[in-house]
């Protein structure tokens, strides 16, 4: 999954299909059973630990936990879109750009994938969490952010 379909499905959809490939994306439910088994198998500072870190950090229904590791890991939860990203191909990244809405002033905008069209390279990027197209000029070495002609649906 890419970074722009990870926001193109959103949070729920996304996490369903990226657990189905990523093995330490877990819901609290199974973390809770997991405790219970170390309970059973008298693996008590590990069940501590685990119930401990699920009482500090908020609720979530989604965590990132390794169970394979079998150390004392802390599970994190995963509550934002933005929590899945690095479970994605292609990695984003911020830059500053120009944008459209702002008649060219600059503003913070996140790179998420790089895309051709015949010979022209151009961007899907977020800006305020709204998807639209960019494109990067290399002559003023600036990003140049569409987000009102060029919003992606």
């Given amino acids: 999954m890419t970074i722009l379909e990870l926001y193109q499905k959103g949070?729920?959809?996304a996490v369903e299909e990226?657990?189905?490939?990523?093995?330490?994306?877990?819901?609290?439910?199974?973390?809770?059973e997991f405790i219970k088994s170390k309970?059973?198998?008298?693996?008590?500072?590990?069940?501590?630990?685990?119930?401990?870190a699920l009482n500090?950090?908020?609720?979530?229904?989604?965590?990132?936990?390794?169970?394979?590791?079998?150390?004392?890991?802390?599970?994190t939860p995963l509550k934002d879109i933005s929590d899945l990203e690095h479970f994605?191909?292609?990695?984003a990244f911020t830059a500053m750009a120009h944008i459209n809405s702002l008649d060219g002033d600059i503003d913070e905008i996140t790179v998420l994938e790089e895309r051709q069209k015949g010979g022209q390279k151009y961007y899907i990027v977020k800006?305020?969490?709204?998807?639209c197209s960019a494109i990067f000029n290399g002559f003023t070495c600036s990003y140049y952010a569409d987000d009102k002609y060029g919003v992606i649906k």
């Fill in 11 to 13: 949070f729920n959809a």
């Fill in 18 to 32: 990226l657990m189905q490939t990523h093995d330490d994306i877990t819901t609290y439910e199974t973390l809770k």
């Fill in 39 to 52: 309970i059973d198998d008298d693996s008590l500072y590990l069940a501590a630990h685990l119930t401990n």
């Fill in 56 to 75: 500090t950090c908020a609720y979530a229904e989604y965590y990132n936990y390794d169970y394979s590791m079998g150390t004392l890991e802390t599970p």
């Fill in 88 to 91: 994605c191909d292609g990695k």
């Fill in 127 to 131: 800006y305020k969490d709204i998807l």
